[in-house]
């Protein structure tokens, strides 16, 4: 029932952009805090952005000021904009939800291969 469907992931050069967006179904979206992880080859998955239901939003140290997350609560969609990419972003990238007061994102998309080259 619940579902999260990741698009706009690919094959981007070093100092490029890309935005991946997350369709979220199910009707979990309006009380959710969303997020996007991202997972490389013998990496541990990673937090990269999260949303509150509220516009409150984290990132990682190694994005800030370069991703940014937001959320259209009209369209259940979390986009997340990457500029300024870097060959470190490679990765496999996850959208997440969870309710507010939990503590564990328990929703996962199927994931978007981001692949950037230099």
């Known amino acids: 029932q619940v579902q999260l469907v990741e698009s706009g992931g690919g094959l981007v050069q070093a100092g490029g952009s890309l935005r991946l967006s997350c369709a979220a179904g199910g009707g979990i979206f309006s009380t959710s805090v969303m997020a996007w992880h991202r997972q490389a080859p013998g990496k541990a998955r990673e937090l990269v952005a999260g949303?509150?239901?509220?516009?409150?939003?984290i990132y990682a140290d190694s994005v800030k000021g370069r991703f940014t997350i937001s959320r259209d609560n009209a369209k259940n969609t979390v986009y997340l904009q990457m500029n300024s990419l870097k060959t470190e972003d490679t990765a496999v990238y996850y959208c997440?939800?969870?309710?507010?007061?939990?503590?564990?994102?328990?929703?996962w998309g199927q994931g978007t291969q981001v692949t950037v080259s230099s």
């Open positions: 949303i509150t239901t509220g516009g409150t939003r």
């Open positions: 997440a939800a969870r309710f507010a007061a939990n503590l564990r994102y328990d929703y």
